[in-house]
């Protein structure tokens, strides 16, 4: 049986990632600095504290660590971007590196091309954009996830350690908090019933999603995949959305209801984003199989059947606001 550690396992995406894991079969270690509300070994441990988490993971190891532990936007205070998102990075590389783990998979974001709502819109060289297209991050966030994606390749390069990153983008799906409260925020709206904000300016905005369903799949997949190391793969959806396709989705499944453009988190903020799949389908034989409409048929069920009176909130420990991814 293969043993992980999954960092960051009571965020958004984490928790999907520990009980995917789980369910087919993984021995899953969670790592945090609160314990997750699933049943399971837990190491309590912060990752900005190298010498507190080498001591907590002393005597430990796992066949793979898959780091889903970040700020998932910009704090507003710089010093704090590095030092959990970069250093809390390098510290559980290390920990890798002196463990022999067997596979190291990092949870990056698109946001390390530029893309990032706080700052202004650039539109891509060429669309859809893939792995080869220039990093230009300009904001704290964005570097944050770039420097990230260069460690773990350095120390495939340089150390032998076997990682990928994986760029996502907006992960869609329930219980959204962290890098993904706006679709919280959206589920409190869709019970209401009268009217919901989605994340486009415009109708005509194009953006690109991928359901948290998928997100944990490939997670898994680059876990296991011989010719993953190395390697960077964009993880998106199947295909980019509309504002217009967006706003019939929700109408379909909700007849009636009201829906707004304007909202403030937009990636492409009135423009056009789409990203290129080939790559992790030509190496890694994945694709997507969940399609906006799926994602937001996941959260309606979710809040119908109750899960928002359930609803956990996340761990805020660092600064208020502020959540891992």
């Known amino acids: 049986m293969k043993t992980f550690l999954v960092t960051g396992a009571t965020g958004y995406v984490g928790e999907e990632v520990f009980r995917r894991l789980r369910a087919e079969g993984g021995k899953v270690t969670a790592l945090g600095r609160t314990r997750p509300k699933t049943d399971g070994p837990f190491i309590e441990a912060d990752l900005t504290d190298c010498v507190g988490l080498h001591r907590a993971l002393a005597g430990r190891t796992f066949d793979c660590v898959i780091h889903l532990?970040?700020?998932?936007g910009d704090t507003g205070n710089p010093t704090q971007m590095v030092?959990?998102?970069?250093?809390?990075?390098?510290?559980?590389?290390?920990y890798a590196r002196q463990a022999d783990v067997k596979r190291f998979v990092l949870a990056s974001s698109i946001s390390a091309y530029e893309w990032y709502p706080a700052t202004r819109f650039s539109s891509p060289d060429y669309l859809p954009v893939d792995e080869e297209h220039p990093c230009r991050p300009r904001d704290i966030y964005s570097t944050s996830k770039r420097v990230q994606e260069m460690l773990a390749m350095t120390y495939y390069h340089q150390y032998g350690l076997p990682t990928t990153a994986l760029r996502l983008t907006a992960v869609v799906g329930p219980r959204g908090r962290?890098?993904?409260r706006g679709w919280g925020q959206f589920a409190e709206q869709l019970a209401g019933g009268q009217r919901v904000q989605v994340p486009h300016f415009t109708a005509d905005e194009l953006c690109h999603y991928v359901d948290i369903r998928d997100v944990a799949r490939m997670c898994?997949?680059?876990?296991e995949h011989p010719r993953a190391p190395g390697q960077i793969f964009n993880c998106c959806g199947?295909?980019?959305?509309?504002g217009s396709e967006l706003r019939d989705i929700i109408q379909r499944l909700a007849p009636g209801i009201e829906v707004d453009f304007g909202?403030?988190?937009?990636?492409?903020?009135?423009?056009?984003?789409a990203f290129d799949m080939k790559k992790a389908r030509d190496?890694?034989?994945f694709w997507p199989e969940y399609r906006m409409e799926d994602s937001i048929r996941s959260i309606q069920e979710w809040v119908d059947s109750g899960g928002l009176d359930q609803a956990v909130v996340a761990d805020n420990s660092y600064e208020s606001g502020v959540a891992a991814t």
Not at 69 to 72: D, E, G, R, V, W
């Open 238 to 242: 199947p295909e980019p959305t509309r």
């Open 83 to 94: 030092q959990v998102n970069i250093n809390g990075c390098q510290n559980i590389l290390e």
């Open 283 to 285: 190496i890694l034989g």
């Open 263 to 273: 909202f403030p988190w937009s990636m492409a903020q009135g423009g056009e984003l």
């Open 69 to 72: 532990a970040s700020l998932p």
């Open 220 to 223: 898994i997949i680059a876990s």
């Open 178 to 180: 962290g890098g993904g």
